[in-house]
């Protein structure tokens, strides 16, 4: 059986409620609802494969002020918490420049968390 | 039970402004006396909310209590005011009739002060009156003059006296709540505390407030009953402070004694109060009715009275008896107890006479002899923001911290934080911090100084930050933070000592820019590469980038960069690509701006660590930024809780402090900041139950309402807006209502509660212009930002405005786009310093539908310039979402016929996001004015 799953577009202030119906197999069947171009690449990433991206930050050994980090791609959406668990978890000394990896492959994603401030 | 041994000769028992003036008389005597209050700081009570006037004495009744201490009182101010450094200036008071049954009644005043003793009271008639106050409404008819009339910090003025008490040996406890009095066989009192603690006394001082009754009546047949009445204000910005000069009463009519409007000594405008009397002696919430009734009540006096430019709201209870007078002295059938009772209205004027004969009383009473010794000057270090120009450079040369501002709104130094926290008594809150030093008191709400408050705080005490209260026990400030922050927050140096000071200024400079976030960078960049040889950029903090500090979020710079980034990353990127030609000074706020006239040099007066300096330069970029909205501009009613934060200022204790606000979160508004805070708290571990909006449509992102809140399940209601806080210290419950559509306001019988700890605003960011208004910049009341031309160039020529602080932008990759413009043209006016006269530019003024358009004229240097193909682009909001709308450009001729210049299409507009058009100068031929409006589409 088909299904089909409803999503609000993020590209403009139009927030078109696109209708994607997923095949039996996980592919795209038809797509409805968008006004756009962007909004049916949208939905094509989104309905299949959803990722973010996601910045948090870290207390460093001896910094009062934390350090900020990112992911360096999109994560899947699903993994997010995961992710954050083992930011929080990171044990990070001083000094760290601004994109320096602090985590290669964050939960399994194959995606790494990198700093993005300074920390002499 | 603990007994304490010592027997004192008196324990007064409340820290009122009453019971620290009984205290400093107490003191002059060879006495040991202690204070013991029931909160954890003076003046928690009548004192605390309350109008700060100091009566003339006109007004109670002759032959009353009121009347002779207040005249007395009135007298002893002026003194009081410099032994005790109590802010108090002699405004004087104005009793205004709007009829002629009203004048009879102020007549009847006139003579009343006169039977009272007063001295400089007279009647004065309507043109006068006009003379005087010329904001007066125009039905005033004539009014009584107290020239003995003034204004002070009641705060201050129990805080100066207490002080001085401890300095001549008083003691003070506080969480010291008297709960039980007995007269013990050998004639000295047993005093019962909170807990089980007890304490003996010879004599007692009942300066107990709303429960001097209830002290009074364990001791004493004749009984007291204080009922509470409550009284509503609203406090103003101090850019409505100059409204009026005078207090401002109303006449007494039937219906009662009106409200006043008066300045405050701070210079902010209060308004109120009303007298609704209650049961309650702990709860004085504020509400929707009191409210509205008193702004309409000041209407009489003040006809422009509305909630703009309202700061908060607050409400005090009176302790009135039931003589209409207040209750002094020996209690009849109790030696030794010594009532300050039924202590209203004049109560703050009459205290420092009250507490000398008290205290003379109490000495006889005792037999005791005067001290020698007694000190009647209290020493204090004067605040910052008092002292004048020459007075800032001799204390920042004797300590560093005087030249770090900590509080803009107030300028509070941090070595006014520091020598508070210090003091003679102990500092126990954040609030008991903020009325000693005014930091948190202005504008933003502490939204902007609160996280590095709580820092030095910290730093100062040694306590967790967790444990610092924000006023009573349990109203922590942070629900969280790492376990580390007091030894990481007192190995730190404080931000004097870590100062850096940067190289020697080279003045004059061509081109100075005021704000190191992102517009003024790229403002301080572009005047470089545009050839200004000497270009120089202040901030007040440690790190360029401003508010990019705290965004660690991602979508910064897909314009400027074509490249995904977060706040620290832009803000680096821009900051690491400085040009040679420019100067960066760091943690040094600009105090003002001193502008010139005819293409001198316009001097910027700024502090740091340093020293204070005055800047020259020929042209001046304003790039200040802008505050967020606070919890004072909805007017909510209600109890004033801890755990109401603006979002930004969430943001900041999360992301720079690392530390967690509070852990059941509502968020009122829908702005990006708020959607934002949602995501950041719940990836924290904080529970956010909901947001709520009042508008039909969200003011954030469409991709942060799904990425923020729908990701992960926050619901998101709008129409809805907070009509009520609930909870004494902390925030316990927020009240929801629908909201009215077009007012906002809250719709009766729709009030829903939700239980929270937390509350977060981000109801929307108000242009910073306060040195632009010291420069005499003149400020568009729909934007809050200056009025400028196509260059960006305020009223005053050689002054430019760019970024928040010209209107609040969408993105910052736009607000860095406008420095990169206001910098090219402030280097171009260094260069040439021409000024070209405002009546040969283009006004373009919004039509309907648009609510504001960017540049507001286009000048005649523009308009003169050869390039008639360049093309000029203008700035947009809708006021309403719009679905295939079209915008018109329309430019009016000399003889009022319009000419469609530009149209265009498009398939939505809401006004969270800019639009945008351009036109060529050369399609202005023949125009005058020109005017932008924007219309709903139809299908075909």
């Known amino acids: 059986m088909a299904e089909t799953r409803s999503f609000t577009c993020v590209n403009c202030p139009l927030g078109c409620v696109i209708d994607v119906q997923l095949e039996d197999d996980g592919t795209i069947g038809s797509i409805t609802g968008h006004t756009c171009k962007l909004g049916e690449d949208y939905v094509r990433q989104e309905a299949v494969d959803p990722r973010r991206n996601v910045s948090s930050f870290v207390c460093v050994e001896g910094c009062l002020e934390p350090l900020s980090v990112k992911t360096a791609a999109p994560i899947p959406k699903a993994k997010i918490r995961e992710v954050m668990e083992v930011v929080r978890a990171l044990k990070l000394h001083p000094p760290i420049q601004a994109g320096d990896t602090v985590l290669e492959n964050a939960a399994g994603t194959g995606i790494a968390i990198v700093a993005t401030k300074s920390l002499d | 039970m603990e007994a304490d041994e010592t027997i004192y000769d008196v324990a007064v028992v409340g820290a009122g402004v009453a019971g620290c003036f009984a205290a400093r008389e107490l003191a002059r005597f060879d006495l040991r006396t202690v204070v013991l209050e029931a909160g954890n700081d003076i003046a928690l009570g009548a004192t605390r909310a309350n109008s700060g006037i100091v009566h003339a004495g006109y007004d109670p009744k002759p032959g009353s209590a009121k009347a002779r201490y207040n005249v007395r009182g009135s007298r002893m101010f002026p003194q009081l005011a410099q032994e005790l450094c109590i802010p108090y200036w002699q405004n004087g008071s104005l009793v205004v009739a709007y009829s002629d049954d009203e004048l009879q009644e102020v007549q009847a005043l006139v003579d009343r002060a ?566 950041r708290l719940v990836l924290q571990g904080a529970d956010v139950v909901a947001v709520y909006g009042t508008s039909a449509w969200p003011a954030g992102l469409r991709r942060n309402v799904v990425q923020c809140l729908e990701d992960y399940g926050i619901p998101l209601y709008l129409g809805k807006t907070i009509s009520r806080l609930e909870g004494d210290d902390r925030l316990e419950a927020v009240w929801v209502s629908d909201a009215e559509p077009g007012t906002r306001k809250p719709i009766p019988g729709t009030e829903q509660r939700v239980e929270c700890d937390t509350l977060l605003l981000s109801i929307g960011l108000l242009p910073e212009n306060e040195v632009a208004l010291s420069a005499g910049v003149e400020l568009d009341p729909v934007t809050g930002g200056a009025y400028v031309d196509d260059r960006l160039q305020t009223n005053v020529p050689g002054i430019f405005a760019c970024g928040n602080a010209l209107h609040v932008h969408d993105l910052v990759d736009f607000a860095s786009a406008e420095g990169d413009r206001a910098g090219a043209c402030a280097a171009a006016y260094a260069e040439d310093r021409q000024v070209h006269e405002t009546r040969d530019s283009i006004p373009l003024a919004a039509g309907s539908g648009v609510r504001y358009v960017m540049p507001h004229r286009l000048s005649a240097a523009t308009l003169s310039s050869s390039d008639d193909a360049r093309r000029i682009e203008v700035l947009f909001r809708v006021r309403k979402p719009l679905t295939k709308p079209t915008f018109l450009l329309e430019g009016i001729c000399a003889d009022g016929e319009r000419r469609t210049i530009r149209r265009r299409k498009a398939r939505i507009a809401v006004p969270a996001e800019m639009e945008s058009m351009k036109f060529a100068l050369s399609d202005l031929e023949g125009i005058v004015a020109l005017e932008l409006s924007a219309q709903e589409g139809s299908d075909e």
Not at chain 2, 152 to 177: I, K, M, S, T, W
Not at chain 2, 267 to 276: H, K
Not at chain 2, 294 to 320: E, M, Q, V, Y
Not at chain 2, 497 to 503: I, L, N, P, R, V
């Open chain 2, 114 to 679: 006169a039977e009272n003793g007063v001295e400089g009271v007279r009647e004065i008639g309507r043109d006068e009156l006009l003379a005087l106050e010329p904001n007066v409404s125009p039905q005033a008819v004539g009014a009584l003059l107290a020239e003995t009339g003034a204004i002070c910090d009641p705060y201050h003025a129990a805080l100066g006296a207490a002080e001085n008490a401890v300095q001549n040996g008083v003691e003070f406890r506080f969480e010291a709540r008297v709960e039980t009095i007995v007269r013990e066989d050998d004639s000295t009192y047993t005093l019962g505390l909170e807990g089980g603690a007890r304490l003996r006394a010879r004599t007692v001082v009942n300066a107990a407030g709303l429960f001097a009754d209830e002290l009074n009546n364990q001791v004493s047949s004749r009984k007291l009953t204080i009922t509470p009445r409550r009284g509503e204000y609203c406090l103003y910005d101090t850019n409505l402070g100059g409204i009026f000069h005078h207090t401002m009463f109303q006449a007494p009519t039937a219906k009662g004694k009106g409200v006043l409007v008066t300045p405050t000594i701070h210079g902010n405008l209060i308004v109120g109060p009303n007298a609704i009397p209650q049961h309650s002696k702990t709860e004085a919430p504020t509400t929707e009715e009191g409210l509205e009734q008193i702004i309409a009540d000041a209407k009489k006096t003040w006809p422009d009275a509305s909630t703009w430019g309202i700061i908060t709201n607050f409400a005090g209870l009176r302790a009135s008896g039931d003589t209409g007078d207040f209750v002094l002295g020996e209690a009849p059938d109790a030696p030794g107890f010594f009532n300050i009772a039924c202590f209203e209205s004049p109560g703050l004027t009459s205290a420092p006479a009250v507490a000398v004969d008290t205290a003379q009383w109490v000495a006889s009473y005792l037999g005791a002899a005067q001290r020698r010794d007694f000190d009647p000057r209290r020493t204090a270090k004067p605040l910052f923001v008092m002292m004048d120009d020459g007075q800032r450079e001799a204390a920042i040369a004797a300590d560093p911290a005087e030249g770090h501002v900590v509080c803009r709104c107030c300028q509070v130094s941090e070595a006014d934080i520091v020598a508070a926290l210090h003091g003679p008594l102990p500092v126990l809150s954040l609030d008991a911090l903020k009325w000693r030093t005014g930091a948190m008191m202005g504008r933003c709400h502490g939204g902007f100084c609160s996280p590095e408050l709580l820092h030095i705080f910290v730093r100062e005490t040694g306590l967790d930050p967790t444990e610092v209260p924000k006023k009573g026990r349990g109203s922590y400030m942070v629900a969280q933070a790492r376990p580390d922050y007091r030894q990481l927050a007192q190995a730190e140096p404080s931000a004097a000592e870590a100062f850096g000071s940067c190289d020697t200024l080279s003045e004059p400079y061509d081109v100075v820019v005021v704000g190191g976030g992102a517009a003024g960078i790229a403002a301080a960049n572009a005047a470089a590469e545009a050839g200004a040889p000497q270009v120089l950029l202040i901030d007040r903090e440690r790190a360029l980038g401003g508010i990019l500090k705290q965004c660690i979020h991602s979508g910064f710079g897909l314009h400027r960069f074509k490249e995904e980034l977060t706040g620290p990353e832009y803000a680096r990127r821009e900051a690491a690509e400085l040009h040679q030609n420019v100067q960066v000074m760091l943690e040094a706020s600009v105090l003002r701006v001193d502008s010139a006239a005819d293409g001198a040099c316009h001097q910027v007066v700024v502090v740091d660590p340093a020293g204070q300096q005055k800047v020259k330069a020929h042209a001046v970029v304003l790039a200040t930024g802008s505050r967020e909205r606070g919890a004072g501009s909805m007017n909510i009613p209600g109890t004033r809780p801890a755990g109401v934060y603006s979002a930004g200022s969430a943001q900041n204790f999360v992301n720079l402090q690392g530390c967690l606000p509070g852990q059941k979160v509502v968020i009122q508004g829908t702005g990006d900041v708020g959607l934002i805070m949602a995501r």
